[in-house]
């Protein structure tokens, strides 16, 4: 994973709203999708790309996909932010 990938990811409001979801615990495609008034298609690319930039994990069970957050890179992501914070204070 690379940042570059996932501050792409994270410039769509919709895919921000799907991380917003997420943070509630793991969701399947489904239920995801019936969050918008979009084609169930759009939604996995949305989805596809949260997956490539490592912000999301994905499983399988029977027909069903099932997404939650990958919290260590959002973890990471986030303890990069907060070191522009300490360069500040110092």
């Known amino acids: 994973m690379g940042f570059q990938e996932s501050f792409r990811a994270l410039s769509d409001p919709t895919r921000r709203e799907i991380l917003q979801l997420l943070k509630n615990g ?3 495609a ?9 084609t ?6 949305h989805l596809s790309v949260l997956k490539a ?7 399988r069970e029977g027909k069903y996909l099932y997404y939650e957050l990958n919290l260590s ?4 992501i986030m303890a990069w932010f907060a070191g522009f914070a ?3 204070n110092q």
């Open 26 to 28: 793991r969701m399947s």
């Open 30 to 38: 489904g239920e995801i999708v019936s969050h918008f008034q979009m």
């Open 40 to 45: 169930g298609a759009t939604i996995s690319h």
């Open 53 to 59: 930039a490592g912000l999301v994990d994905v499983e």
């Open 73 to 76: 890179v959002v973890e990471e």
């Open 86 to 88: 300490k360069e500040d």
